[in-house]
């Protein structure tokens, strides 16, 4: 992963399955955090927003801030 300056993730369908984590992803999340390799949360679900997003997936585990989710089509 030398090569990688970054990572966009995809929220549906890559850490979660619905409303359901996908297994390991939290833990892939914290890798890379623990890695120092930069990641940007991304969704084409527009009716979150940024805030809902960090506090729904921490709900689920997933340790984040606003910082990790890209800006959203909201007002936040």
Do not use: C, H, W
């Amino acid at each position: 992963m030398k090569n990688y300056k970054g990572f966009l993730i995809d929220i549906d369908g890559v850490l979660l399955e619905g409303d359901k984590p996908i297994a390991g992803a939290a833990e892939a999340l914290k890798y890379l955090r623990t890695r120092g390799l930069p990641y940007v949360l991304v969704s084409g679900v527009t009716r979150f927003s940024k805030v809902e997003i960090v506090q729904r997936l921490g709900g689920m585990g997933f340790e984040l801030d606003e910082n990790d989710v890209a800006n959203t089509f909201s007002n936040d």
